[in-house]
């Protein structure tokens, strides 16, 4: 199930740029690639998702390696808001029956912003 | 437009007991998911659920543990005879027909004493 690699931790400054890495080499050609975030004591949050192309949100960036092996989410500029543990997802999109829903989370990475 | 509401939030039991844990999801949606989280570990899905049907369950434990989404009314997670390993954060998510995001609700913690 563990299909994704992240970092455990990371740090930034606020108002500074993060760039938050993911590996999934074995990806496969209908999976997309999901981000949810969990900030203390609350369920996950949707940040973004894509399939080939970056993507951009009002959140958050997503910048896909050419060969879909690796993925990065870019938070622009962190708040101390942004403070959560950063969950990527891969997610068939061949998904149509009793695999809804299931999401294997992982362990992500805990991004800690100091102001 | 109210997101998806789980309650109690806070829950305390002692071995033995049931647990009812409830959830009501976005208006519109009618796929609800249930997922577990125990203490300093990631989310770990359970139960998938439509309207009156269970569509995947693979993650329930065999045992005491049983869920259902009613015609009428939240979805409920019962946890018969809790044992303190069952201590842990049930988070509810909902969603409309197939769609790339889950909404997830806040989380009932359970404490088993």
């Known amino acids: 199930d563990a299909k994704t690699t992240q970092p455990n931790s990371m740090e930034s400054n606020e108002e500074e740029p993060v760039h938050l890495p993911c590996n999934h080499s074995?990806?496969?050609?209908?999976?997309?690639i999901h981000w949810y975030r969990q900030l203390p004591s609350q369920g996950p949050e949707y940040v973004i998702h894509?399939?080939?192309s970056n993507v951009n949100n009002r959140m958050a960036s997503l910048a896909i390696a050419e060969d879909r092996k690796s993925s990065t989410l870019i938070l622009h500029r962190a708040t101390l808001r942004d403070a959560a543990v950063y969950y990527c997802?891969?997610?068939?999109?061949?998904?149509?029956?009793?695999?809804?829903?299931?999401?294997?989370f992982g362990r992500g990475t805990q991004l800690t912003v100091w102001p | 437009n109210a997101g998806v509401m789980q309650n109690p939030r806070h829950l305390v039991r002692r071995r033995g007991q049931e647990a009812r844990l409830r959830c009501s999801p976005m208006?519109?949606?009618?796929?609800v998911y249930w997922y577990r989280q125990l203490p300093e570990e990631g989310l770990k899905f359970m139960v998938y659920l439509q309207k009156e049907n269970i569509i995947d369950e693979s993650g329930m434990p065999k045992e005491r543990f049983s869920a259902e989404f009613p015609k009428e009314g939240p979805s409920i997670l019962r946890i018969q005879q809790v044992v303190r390993g069952d201590s842990a954060a049930y988070f509810c998510a909902s969603s409309p027909q197939w769609t790339g995001e889950l909404f997830f609700g806040e989380g009932s913690r359970l404490t088993v004493l």
């Open positions: 997802i891969l997610r068939d999109s061949a998904d149509r029956g009793s695999t809804l829903g299931r999401l294997y």
């Open positions: 208006k519109g949606h009618s796929h």
């Open positions: 074995t990806i496969s050609g209908t999976d997309y």
């Open positions: 894509g399939l080939t």
